[in-house]
C-alpha cells in the first residue's frame, strides 16, 4: 500500500516567486491536511481538506491557499514568497480525519526562499 | 484556542534508564496522537488515544491518557539509542469538525550508551 507522496522534496525559490507543493494521499483517504514547520515555530496547522472542500484553516496569511481533486490529490501555493516562509511542509493524510482515523504523513517538502 | 505544552524539552538519558515525557493541553481534545521524528525526517504515527485512561504499549514505550487532567504521557522503559529522536504529542480539538492537530514543541530524546 503506498504512502503520502509529497513533490518535490526539496525546492528553492527567489522572495517574491510564487511555488506550488504537491500532495498525492495514501489510496481511499480523503482528508488531506498540510502543515508547516520551522525551528522557531515548530509544527503549525494550515489547513485541511476533505471531499474537495477546505473544512478547516489554521492562521496563515491569504498568500497560503489550497484545493483538493476530484481524486482526493492536494496542492498547496504559496504566492509573493517571503524569506520566512522557508521551512518543512508536511502533508497529512486520513480516511475522513474524524474518529479514530490516524493521519499519516508524507516525507514533506522542504522549501528555501532566498 | 487550544494550547500544547510538552516537558521536558530537551531530555539526554542513559541507556537502560527509565523517563517520562509529559504533555498538556488547555481544553477538550477528543482524541490525541504521538508520534517520533528523526532530523530530516517526517513524522511517524507511534500511538492514537481515543479515550480517557486510554494506555497503549509498543516495545519500550508506553503512551497514556487521562482526559479529566487533560494530560497524556509517554513512558520511556529501558531506553537504547534507537529511540533518539524528537517526540510530538498532538491533540485534536472537539471544537473543530475534521481533522486539525495541535503539536506540542517536541521533546528531543538523545540516549547515550
Known amino acids: 500500500k503506498a504512502g503520502v507522496t509529497q513533490t518535490p522534496r526539496y525546492l528553492i525559490k527567489t522572495r517574491g516567486q510564487q511555488v506550488t507543493l504537491s500532495c498525492s494521499p495514501i489510496?481511499?483517504?480523503?482528508?488531506v491536511s498540510w502543515y508547516q514547520q520551522t525551528p522557531g515555530q515548530g509544527l503549525q496547522f494550515l489547513f485541511e481538506?476533505?471531499?474537495?472542500?477546505?473544512?478547516n484553516k489554521g492562521n496563515f496569511p491569504g498568500r497560503f491557499s489550497g484545493r483538493q481533486f476530484s481524486n482526493s490529490r492536494s496542492e498547496m501555493n504559496v504566492s509573493t514568497l517571503e524569506l520566512g516562509d522557508s521551512a518543512l511542509y508536511l502533508c497529512?493524510?486520513?480516511?475522513?480525519?474524524?474518529?479514530?482515523?490516524?493521519?499519516?504523513f508524507g516525507q514533506g517538502t522542504r522549501l528555501t526562499v532566498v | 484556542e487550544l494550547k500544547v505544552e510538552q516537558n521536558p524539552l530537551f531530555l539526554s538519558m542513559q541507556e537502560g534508564k527509565n523517563y517520562t515525557i509529559y504533555c498538556n493541553y488547555s481544553?477538550?481534545?477528543?482524541?490525541l496522537y504521538w508520534y517520533r521524528q528523526d532530523p530530516g525526517k517526517s513524522l511517524e504515527s507511534l500511538f492514537v488515544?481515543?479515550?480517557?485512561?486510554a494506555v497503549k504499549q509498543e516495545g519500550r514505550l508506553m503512551a497514556s491518557l487521562d482526559t479529566k487532567a487533560r494530560l497524556s504521557t509517554l513512558h520511556i522503559t529501558a531506553a537504547v539509542h534507537d529511540l533518539s529522536a524528537t517526540y510530538f504529542c498532538?491533540?485534536?480539538?472537539?471544537?473543530?469538525?475534521?481533522?486539525?492537530?495541535?503539536f506540542g514543541e517536541g521533546t528531543q530524546l538523545t540516549v547515550n550508551p
Open positions: 498532538a491533540p485534536s480539538s472537539k471544537e473543530t469538525s475534521g481533522s486539525r492537530l495541535t
Open positions: 481544553t477538550t481534545s477528543d482524541r
Open positions: 489510496s481511499g483517504h480523503r482528508s
Open positions: 497529512a493524510s486520513s480516511l475522513n480525519g474524524v474518529g479514530n482515523t490516524e493521519a499519516f
Open positions: 488515544l481515543l479515550s480517557n485512561g
Open positions: 481538506y476533505f471531499s474537495e472542500t477546505q473544512r
